[in-house]
């Protein structure tokens, strides 16, 4: 339990769909990441937020809207899907680093996303 | 820009015996080092973590990693491995990147496969 929950943690949805991932931390930290995780790919960051304000955004499709509402929950809401966006996608969390902050992540579970 | 290198993709290791999974990076700054772990279908967890101090530095389910500055490296090493230990390890490194910002780098992963 690393304090970090995602949902759903597994998403079959067609390529006309409109889903939502969410995640949802109660670690006081402020700042949340989603990373992409493809078979035989390193891990991609997609989006950081920190203090709710987006601060990266790493070349991802618009097809993939992130929405940070508050420092605690992250959503990446996702239509018009390709099957090659099947993938696990991982939510994070930290404190941002410096003032004695190592700006470690801890990780969601991740949710497995299918795509047909 | 920082890079992190995982010289191996994929390390078989028969129980019981040591292992070692190797890892550098490209730094000549103050860096905070990490080993997460990721266990099949899970999000990655937190193994240990270098700050400061002693270059020896012990995590969980008896992980140990060696920062050594000269030759940029953070080995991480067990003397006896549990079939339990076969995951995918990621080695990270985060750097000040520029005033009050701060890069964070993960290696491709090395999968440990212990035999019985």
């Known amino acids: 339990e690393t304090g970090v929950t995602q949902t759903p943690r597994h998403l079959v949805m067609g390529m006309t769909n409109k889903k939502s991932l969410k995640c949802e931390q109660h670690?006081?930290?402020?700042?949340m990441y989603w990373y992409k995780q493809s078979a035989k790919k390193p891990l991609e960051l997609m989006f950081v937020y920190s203090l709710e304000e987006r601060v990266e955004n790493n070349s991802v499709p618009s097809r993939f809207s992130p929405e940070c509402p508050n420092s605690s929950h992250l959503f990446l809401h996702l239509h018009t899907l390709q099957p090659e966006d099947s993938a696990l996608y991982l939510c994070?969390?930290?404190?941002?680093?410096?003032?004695?902050?190592?700006?470690?992540?801890?990780f969601g579970e991740g949710s497995r996303l299918t795509v047909l | 820009a920082q890079s992190v290198t995982q010289l191996d993709s994929q390390v078989p290791v028969f129980e019981e015996a040591p292992v070692e999974l190797r890892c550098n990076y490209s730094?000549?700054?103050?860096?905070?080092l990490f080993w997460y772990v990721q266990y099949p279908n899970q999000g990655l967890q937190l193994l240990l973590k270098y700050l400061s101090g002693s270059t020896l530095v012990k995590g969980i389910n008896g992980f140990e990693a060696e920062f050594n500055k000269s030759q940029t490296s953070f080995h991480l090493r067990k003397p006896s491995v549990h079939i339990s230990d076969t995951a995918e390890y990621f080695c990270a490194v985060i750097q000040r990147s520029g005033a009050g910002s701060y890069q964070l780098t993960f290696g491709k992963g090395t999968k440990l496969s212990v035999i019985p």
């Open positions: 994070a969390s930290s404190r941002n680093p410096g003032q004695g902050n190592t700006g470690e992540l801890f």
């Open positions: 730094s000549s700054v103050s860096v905070y």
């Open positions: 670690l006081g930290h402020n700042a």
